[in-house]
Nanobody, 124 residues
Framework: QVQVVESGGGLVQAGASLRLSCAAS????????MGWFRQAPGKEREFVAS????????YYADSVKGRFTIARDSGKNTVYLQMNSLKPGDTAVYYC?????????????????WGQGTQVTVSS
């Protein structure tokens, strides 16, 4: 079992930056991929970014590529999402996920453990 806890959301103006954190606990080994998803009201949960266990491979949704950066501190078993140049369209609840069961990291159904989410609101 893995517990996942997100933090760092908030209300910002367009163009600002935020950094989300995701702390995972419950396993002695941190050798698993982690990812970020988001869900806006009335929309399906969508993939944002993922990172492999060593931090050497990262993937991004086209909508955030060049603006968001995912990174991990394996020593702290924590994953970060640095979000720059935020837009109102980035407004959503952001969820952290751990341990995918397949190779298509963009599919929410493949992730085993989820956090409770953190709200990000970007005003225009």
């Amino acid at each position: 079992q893995v517990q996942v806890v997100e933090s760092g959301g908030g209300l910002v103006q367009a163009g600002a930056s935020l950094r989300l954190s995701c702390a995972a606990s419950g396993r002695t080994s941190s050798a698993y991929a982690m990812g970020w998803f988001r869900q806006a009201p009335g929309k399906e949960r969508e993939f944002v970014a993922s990172i492999n266990w060593s931090g050497t491979n990262t993937y991004y949704a086209d909508s955030v590529k060049g603006r968001f950066t995912i990174a991990r501190d394996s020593g702290k078993n924590t994953v970060y999402l640095q979000m720059n140049s935020l837009k109102p369209g980035d407004t959503a609840v952001y969820y952290c996920a751990a341990i995918p069961t397949g190779t298509d990291y963009s599919r929410p159904s493949l992730w085993r453990f989820w956090g409770q989410g953190t709200q990000v609101t970007v005003s225009s």
